[in-house]
């Protein structure tokens, strides 16, 4: 399997390694009456040769030596058991008991790295998977020692072995704290630690390299233009192309449905501190009562038919990278019934962005804008429900944001009422939405978020965001309105149950299952053995 491990990390200086319990020799004799191995059938079939001359290709383990420290046992060996590009690979046989067990793979003196390197790459035939434990095989981690032009040493850490076939280790290596690497550099040993398990286990491993690794610029053809229009200043990033996305379907986005077609809404300011946005229709009454406040969404008060619910919001905002000081509001009103706020926000020393608040009034839902542009949010948090009786947590089917989300329940006066809170994907300018669940006596979080995470050149998008807050007497008014046009094929997969099964298993016990499930009545099933059952192995392309 190719497997590509991408990560960063630090070329950081190395202590001592300790002096081992025992060295002995590697074995440079190949075992007599052991199978050679195949290479893997993918990459002969495509006639793919090795990218670049290796720094050590362990066809030769002349004066190789093994270090041994704490209580591991190990043995290196020149072997064709399993073969990656060359003859032979090096086989590591270890075992150990509980403890700091390290193994340390030395050549019979520094191997000078030609040039200088962003990138290092091990191919490693492994003995586990990565998601599934074993505590029979615990995993190893590998490592690489280095030695500069100044004779100080350093450690790159490969990261850990988690599969069971030949896979790609790639790690891209940064220097330490911007200081520059004295290249050239050396490589001194390689490193194997862990395997405290008390029967042997072994990893193979082939064609170590090191390079400058290229980075061009990417490039893409522009998309079709969102199906919405953007906030005023959004980056559409890629959407800049001609025509027109088909969905969402409607500007509302995820508006929850509102059962009720006769009702009115409207804002106002009735007390000294506050703004009132108020629902009422012949269902019920349902007011969001606003105080603003810097450095969060505010205090947002809500009550159905005049009984108070809920605090709604609480804790949430906008989180800055670098934030030092206390924030401050610039400015705060209404124009045509939609409530403004600005204020400004320390990110760092003399830097200040803007965070826009926009709050208004769709149906039952408060509809609420989040603009902060300069790069510098980090995540937009949707706080919790705090201040309610007896709340529990629904966990809705297939809303998932990152992980599962809810609708909460809660009472009023002995009546339930429910709550949702939705980012609306179709604007976001986020990275990834995420999802928290906490529900204590007289609260409760629902949801998460949005996450800005740094772009490849280092910079984050300006945060924009709107947010859905649904609080009303009914459970499906809560939900969030998939505003995407009707599938083709939803009248054939809505009559059909699709499922997916996991893990090694047999084909036998595969269709006895089916015959199970069609004696409860269902007649169509499609069903997905994630790929396990058109695999041999681990081999990397399904159907290969």
């Not at 070329?11 to 195949?38: C, D, F, M, T, Y």
């Not at 990459?43 to 704490?70: C, I, K, N, S, Y």
């Not at 009786?389 to 089917?397: C, F, R």
């Amino acid at each position: 399997m190719i497997w590509y491990v991408f990560s960063m990390c630090l070329i950081l200086p190395a202590s001592a390694l300790g002096q081992p319990r025992e060295v002995k020799p590697a074995l440079n004799e190949v075992r007599e009456g052991v199978p050679a191995g195949e290479r893997p059938y993918e990459m002969v079939w495509a006639g793919r040769e090795e990218a670049r001359p290796p720094l050590v290709d362990f066809e030769d383990l002349e004066g190789w030596t093994v270090e041994l420290h704490g209580k591991a046992v190990a043995t290196l060996e020149r072997s064709r058991e399993q073969r990656m590009w060359g003859e032979t690979s090096g086989k590591l046989t270890y075992r150990g008991e509980p403890g700091e067990n390290r193994i340390v793979l030395r050549p019979p003196r520094p191997i000078p790295i030609p040039g200088r390197f962003t990138a290092a790459n091990i191919w490693c035939f492994g003995n586990n998977w990565g998601w599934v434990p074993r505590a029979d095989t615990p995993q190893v981690d590998l490592a690489l020692h280095l030695v500069d032009s100044g004779g100080a040493n350093h450690r790159i850490s490969l990261g850990r072995v988690r599969w069971e076939e030949w896979w790609l280790v790639h790690r891209r290596v940064i220097n330490h704290a911007g200081a520059e690497p004295r290249f050239p550099f050396a490589l001194a040993a390689i490193e194997v630690s862990g395997g405290h398990q008390k029967d042997d286990r072994a990893i193979f491993l082939d064609s170590l390299s090191f390079y400058e690794e290229e980075w061009p610029a990417l490039e893409f053809a522009p998309r079709p233009k969102r199906g919405v229009e953007p906030f005023e200043g959004q980056d559409q990033g890629l959407n800049t192309g001609p025509g027109k996305l088909p969905f969402p379907t409607r500007e509302e986005t995820i508006l929850p449905a509102n059962f009720e077609r006769e009702f009115r809404v409207e804002a106002r300011k009735p007390e000294a501190l506050g703004w009132e946005l108020r629902y009422e229709g012949s269902d019920s009454t349902v007011v969001y009562s606003v105080f603003p406040r810097p450095g969060d969404l505010g205090s947002i008060r809500v009550s159905i038919d005049g009984r108070p619910v809920a605090r709604a919001l609480a804790g949430a905002g906008v989180r800055l990278d670098g934030e030092d000081a206390p924030p401050s509001q610039r400015s705060i009103g209404m124009v045509d019934g939609v409530l403004r706020v600005e204020e400004v926000r320390n990110a760092g020393p003399q830097q200040q962005v803007t965070v826009e608040l926009r709050y208004r009034l769709w149906q039952k839902s408060l509809v609420i804008d989040v603009i902060c542009r300069g790069g510098r949010a980090t995540e937009l948090d949707l706080g919790a429900f705090e201040d309610v009786e007896s709340p529990e947590a629904i966990p809705i089917p297939f809303a998932n944001y990152g992980g599962q989300s809810h609708v909460l329940l809660a009472r009023a006066g002995g009546k339930p009422f429910f709550g949702s809170v939705w980012v609306d994907w179709y604007r976001s300018s986020g990275s990834e939405l995420f999802t928290r669940r906490e529900v204590r006596r007289d609260s409760a979080r629902i949801n998460g978020g949005v996450r800005y995470r740094p772009k490849t050149d280092g910079s984050r998008n300006d945060l924009y965001e709107r947010i859905f807050l649904t609080v009303s007497p009914l459970f499906e008014e809560t939900l969030p309105t998939i505003a995407n046009p009707p599938s083709r094929w939803a009248h054939v997969a809505g009559e059909r149950l699709w499922q997916e099964s996991w893990g090694p298993g047999s084909f036998e016990r595969e269709h006895e299952r089916s015959r199970r499930l069609r004696a409860y009545g269902i007649e169509k099933l499609i069903q997905c053995n994630h790929e396990i059952a058109w695999r041999d192995n681990a081999d990397s392309f399904t159907l290969r």
